[in-house]
């Protein structure tokens, strides 16, 4: 059972600095123009962001489950 993570790390980092990102280079409210545009960019990427989310999850429910650790010899 393969224990390396690297795909999934790297997929997670990815994601997290877009959407630091996004919320860094949010528009003053003022300006409704560059507002609207903003947020159809946020939306547009939110997808992709889902879609690696999405990715992780799966990659991480196809790996083999860790096996029960804990011991059968309990006291009666």
């Known amino acids: 059972m ?13 994601t997290y600095t877009d959407i630091v990102e996004a919320i860094m280079n949010k528009p003053e409210v003022e300006d409704y123009e560059r507002s609207r545009i903003y947020f159809e960019n ?18 991480l429910e196809k790996r083999e489950p860790v096996k029960d650790l804990t011991a059968d010899n309990r006291p009666a």
Request: no cysteine; glycine share 0%.
């Open 42 to 59: 946020v939306v547009a990427h939110m997808n992709n962001w889902i879609e690696n989310i999405k990715e992780v999850k799966n990659s």
């Open 2 to 14: 393969s224990r390396d993570f690297k795909k999934e790390i790297d997929l997670l980092d990815e």
